[in-house]
């Protein structure tokens, strides 16, 4: 869900059931055509285009990080 401009991914949120998991501590952040992938720290991971993202990249980039 949006919350003012972040949307929090989470384990176990819908985003899971829909098919696009990423671990605790990580969430996107929603910028005007932009999503930002970040840490629960606010830490930069990676940026996406909004428009028509692959949220396979955007998890990709989430368990690189996570190694």
Known sequence: SL?????LVESGSANERNGFKLPFGYYLE???????????????VAAFRAVNVDFFEVELKVWEDAD
């Open 3 to 7: 919350v003012c401009g972040q949307m």
């Open 30 to 44: 929603h910028g005007s055509d932009l999503l930002i992938l970040r840490r629960s720290d606010s830490s930069f």
